[in-house]
């Protein structure tokens, strides 16, 4: 699943969920606790691609993005 938060032309915010079990409440959790913990990167990048799976995330931004 990807959720697309703006649009997309060499620049943009996304986070790509990798879950092999679907568990809403404890994606709901993990993406809330990512998102507060990414926030100011979020908003301050304008190319930026978020990972996230079973307990952990990774970031991937791009050249020129912040």
């Not at 079990?21 to 990512?34: C, G, H, M, S």
């Not at 301050?44 to 993005?65: F, H, K, N, P, T």
């Given at each position: 699943?990807?959720?697309?938060?703006?649009?997309?032309?060499?620049?943009?915010?996304?986070i790509?969920?990798?879950?092999?079990?679907?568990?809403?409440?404890?994606i709901?959790?993990?993406?809330?606790a990512?998102?507060?913990?990414?926030?100011?990167?979020?908003?301050?990048?304008?190319?930026?691609?978020?990972?996230?799976?079973?307990?952990?995330?990774?970031?991937?931004?791009?050249?020129?993005?912040?």
């Amino acid at each position: 699943m990807i959720l697309e938060l703006c649009p997309l032309a060499g620049k943009g915010r996304v986070i790509l969920l990798r879950y092999q079990i679907l568990d809403w409440n404890k994606i709901a959790a993990e993406l809330t606790a990512t998102l507060e913990a990414t926030s100011a990167e979020f908003e301050r990048a304008s190319a930026l691609l978020i990972v996230l799976s079973e307990g952990q995330y990774r970031i991937r931004r791009w050249m020129g993005s912040v």
